[in-house]
């Protein structure tokens, strides 16, 4: 993948659970886990009806670099919007070059 093409700077965030050591409150924080650039390509008509038929929600792909640590329970920030990942998919020829993450619209608040 060429490098021109990632002209996007997103932030991955994590969802992570602490308990209060004074009050044992438990709360659930997004927490940046890296920022990164990336391709933000939302979906073709043709690409939009598949999901569609498949009763997906998924509105854009993101490229980005192949990182090992990327799960679905993750969100990304771009540009003031939220997007919930459906799913990480390895790039098909070495599987660790790239990864394109299908994603949603909308506030995922944990």
């Not at 044992?24 to 939009?48: C, H, T």
């Not at 990480?88 to 599987?95: A, E, F, Q, T, W």
């Amino acid at each position: 993948m060429r490098s021109g093409r990632l002209r996007h700077r997103i932030s991955l965030e994590r969802l992570e659970h602490t308990v209060d050591p004074d009050t044992g409150a438990r709360s659930k924080d997004w927490v940046e886990v890296a920022k990164v650039w990336a391709e933000i390509a939302p979906l073709s008509a043709r690409d939009f009806v598949q999901a569609n038929a498949l009763q997906s929600k998924v509105t854009a792909r993101i490229t980005i670099r192949y990182r090992p640590d990327i799960t679905a329970d993750m969100r990304i920030l771009h540009g003031g919007k939220i997007y919930s990942i459906a799913g990480v998919l390895p790039d098909n020829k070495s599987g660790q070059e790239y990864i394109t993450l299908p994603v949603s619209e909308g506030t995922n608040a944990g």
